[in-house]
């Protein structure tokens, strides 16, 4: 057998491409957007904005990244990932950069972080880097995607206490922003060592050739079999859209969604509405994080072996109950603790499982074409949140009504994901 068909991991360049979108995905999805958490509040204390005025600026970069979805698989498709990363990339630390020197009206946050930074998290983020594990990576998929999205909440960890003390320092959120500009710049240097496919330097996904696959004589050897259902037959959007699979996923995905914005951007304002101090409310949004950061890999390991669609149900189900206890906010730190950490662990879990399902499904040629045509659709029912529940608490001076049917929401999606099976062609 060839060097060229042998699985070689000191050759195969996939593990070089996860640790590198490790590194991408840590700096933009950490470092910037879970970074927002602690520094946007400080932000419109100093000035002086409304909690639902300021919070529209998140719902309208939610509903133009879901929109924006459909070209960013374009971009991919025509230009390839890597390049598609660079120019989010780019765009986020100019953006950034403006947000932290002249940025001191309403609408320049609304339009910097709703808009601008909308077209960085869409090319730079999410989409080109789960596509590019998606074509590196069969058999290994779970696991890889698993290594890549912990990148976000090592970050995010490290984010949440270091912009919380930086600008305590400082004594300005305008030194938050330009931190975060500075941190795109070095994700920006990384990502020209990206490779797109396995196919553009005469690789296979998982460094394995098709011969050793399949098993044939000639290869020598029989790879084992992957322990989780894989298609055998390449998918097209239109087929998938036959199936009951996408629109159940999307279900899992608002619900997901939901959780993800209530307590990124209220959850340090909730918890200091309970008396906590604005350290002790970073602290809980960092372990939250951190705990995110702990389930992706365990989640990418088991979801080689579990079919991903079960584990995602006890997941969805995890996060409804912690999320009731953290709407509550006990009295005690260390079992609010406690109960960020849960949440953080099921959430960081579904962040592997959901994606790895859909590659599992449909395939890596379709995966940038469904999570393209998903994607709006999830932001159309989700991006509002932040501002639905900052005008709750302007109105009513807490968020119990935002809470209850994230909760119930979470609950019902625990259902769909369970019932979401493999699709068979019609």
Not at 119 to 130: A, D, H, K
Not at 240 to 256: N, R
Not at 274 to 300: D, E, W
Not at 324 to 341: E, Q, S, T
Request: net charge positive.
């Amino acid at each position: 057998m060839s060097d060229a068909t042998q699985p070689d991991s000191a050759k195969f360049f996939g593990w070089n491409n996860v640790v590198f979108l490790f590194l991408i995905y840590g700096c933009l999805m950490g470092f910037v957007f879970y970074g927002f958490t602690v520094i946007f509040p400080a932000m419109i204390k100093a000035q002086g904005w409304g909690r639902g005025e300021a919070a529209l600026a998140h719902t309208v970069r939610g509903l133009l990244v879901g929109f924006m979805a459909p070209l960013v698989a374009i971009s991919i498709s025509r230009f390839g990932a890597s390049n598609t990363m660079k120019a989010g990339l780019a765009i986020g630390a100019g953006a950034l950069a403006v947000l932290g020197t002249v940025a001191d009206q309403l609408w320049h946050w609304t339009v910097l972080w709703g808009v601008i930074m909308s077209l960085s998290f869409s090319f730079g983020g999410v989409i080109p880097i789960q596509t590019t594990v998606t074509f590196w990576f069969n058999a290994r998929r779970a696991t890889a995607i698993g290594i890549v999205v912990t990148g976000s909440t090592v970050a995010g960890f490290i984010a949440a206490p270091l912009f919380t003390q930086l600008i305590n320092i400082t004594g300005t959120w305008r030194s938050g922003w330009l931190s975060a500009s500075a941190i795109c710049v070095a994700a920006l240097v990384i990502s020209f060592w990206v490779k797109n496919k396995p196919q553009d330097i005469g690789q296979f996904p998982d460094g394995i050739s098709p011969e050793n696959i399949t098993g044939s004589p000639s290869a020598g050897r029989t790879v084992k079999k992957a322990k989780t259902y894989r298609t055998t037959e390449p998918w097209t959007l239109k087929e998938a859209l036959k199936t009951p699979a996408p629109y159940l996923y999307i279900v899992c995905l608002i619900a997901q969604t939901w959780a993800l914005y209530i307590v990124m951007v209220h959850g340090v304002l909730h918890l200091t509405d309970r008396a906590y101090t604005q350290m002790q409310a970073a602290s809980v949004i960092g372990n939250l994080i951190l705990f995110s950061g702990l389930a992706r890999f365990p989640a990418g390991i088991l979801g080689d072996r579990v079919e991903p669609r079960i584990l995602g149900a006890i997941a969805l189900l995890g996060m409804s109950a912690s999320l009731f206890f953290f709407w509550k906010a006990p009295a005690n730190i260390m079992l609010l603790l406690c109960v960020a950490g849960i949440h953080g662990f099921c959430f960081g879990a579904t962040v592997v499982l959901f994606p790895t399902l859909i590659g599992n499904y449909f395939g890596p040629s379709a995966f940038a074409p469904i999570t393209g045509f998903v994607t709006p659709f999830m932001i159309v029912f989700s991006a509002p949140v932040p501002f639905i529940a900052g005008l709750i608490h302007d109105r009513f001076h807490n968020y119990n009504a935002a809470f209850i049917p994230i909760v119930i929401m979470l609950t019902a999606s625990a259902f769909c994901c369970f019932i979401l099976r493999p699709p068979a062609k019609k």
